[in-house]
């Protein structure tokens, strides 16, 4: 079925092109005609006074084999052009008698009335003609071989995309940290990194292991950063400019941390914006309400010993 589609595709197309390529080619072809008749109409009226045509009037019969010989001369002339004069005459001597491919043109001299009886053969068939309709059967062909790819392109695509929910689902979440790009990324949307300042990022790497070997230690707003968290951002601080990183000083990690807190947020809430389930593994829950940095609120990761967290350049 899908054969006879396409095929039939490939005919419609091919009539088509056909169709616009013959009302052109044959309407600019009329044009050709057009103004090579009336050029041949003019010279003709011109040399009329030359001509010995019969005169009815003046009882002369004219010279018949001179008149053919100058209508020789112009057919060698527009030879090529598909026009051909096939006679010269007066009035008294016209007979209406044409075939298919025959016209009448008729020159007003001063004395007389005098009809040219030409021939028009246009080939329906030439070699340049069929040529182009084989280039476009060709063409009609590839276009629906291209769209049929495009076809199977888009829907290779969706079920690609259909299929890539529940290929994510059955592999676990790996949240990337690069040190040596500065950057956060997830295992399921790799090209898609975040870059994160030196200050979120130290104190975040920091945050993750101090967590991770410390669960049951609340972080409190209202208290001063743990000296051990301290050191553990530090360190890869120090791990930073041995990576190669320009840092002009170390930062003071106890100043403005709900600022770095912000920060850490923003890059994560990126990085899953397609898993929001994952957040409450990786991220540093915000304080709400009235008292909110009170002793009740803690910014520490209580479940990041259930997530998968990947550190790169450590």
Not at 10 to 26: P, R, W
Not at 101 to 116: A, G, H, M, T, Y
Not at 175 to 189: G, H, W
Not at 230 to 239: G, M, Q, T, W
């Amino acid at each position: 079925m899908r054969k006879l589609v396409s095929s039939l595709g490939v005919f419609i197309l091919f009539i088509v092109f056909s169709l616009v390529f013959y009302i052109s080619t044959t309407h600019k072809q009329q044009q050709v005609n057009k103004l090579q008749i009336a050029q041949i109409e003019k010279q003709i009226a011109l040399d009329l006074p030359l001509l010995d045509l019969s005169n009815e009037l003046l009882k002369h019969s004219g010279n018949k084999v001179a008149i053919q010989h100058y209508i020789q001369t112009v057919n060698t002339h527009i030879q090529g052009t598909g026009i051909e004069v096939i006679s010269i005459v007066p009035e008294h001597e016209f007979i209406s008698s044409l075939k298919t491919d025959e016209f009448i043109r008729k020159l007003n001299s001063n004395n007389s009335v005098v009809f040219i009886a030409l021939s028009l053969k246009q080939p329906h068939f030439s070699y340049t003609r069929v040529t182009v309709y084989i280039l476009l059967f060709v063409v009609s062909a590839l276009i629906i071989v291209m769209i049929k790819q495009a076809e199977i392109y888009q829907r290779n695509k969706k079920l690609i995309t259909e299929q890539e929910p529940s290929i994510l689902e059955s592999k676990p979440l790996i949240l990337v940290i690069n040190l040596k790009s500065k950057t956060l990324s997830s295992s399921y949307y790799p090209e898609q990194e975040v870059a994160l300042a030196n200050k979120p990022l130290c104190f975040y790497l920091a945050l993750v292991e101090f967590c991770t070997n410390n669960p049951e230690i609340k972080l409190n707003h209202n208290k001063n950063v743990p000296e051990e968290l301290l050191e553990l951002a530090n360190k890869y601080f120090y791990r930073l400019v041995e990576l190669g990183h320009t840092i002009r000083k170390r930062p003071n990690f106890n100043n403005s941390l709900e600022k770095t807190l912000s920060e850490i947020r923003a890059a994560l809430d990126d990085v899953l914006n397609d898993c929001p389930e994952q957040k409450e593994l990786y991220y540093p829950p915000k304080a709400f309400g009235e008292g909110s940095r009170s002793r009740m609120h803690s910014y520490g990761l209580v479940n990041v010993n259930q997530g998968n967290i990947e550190i790169i350049g450590k």
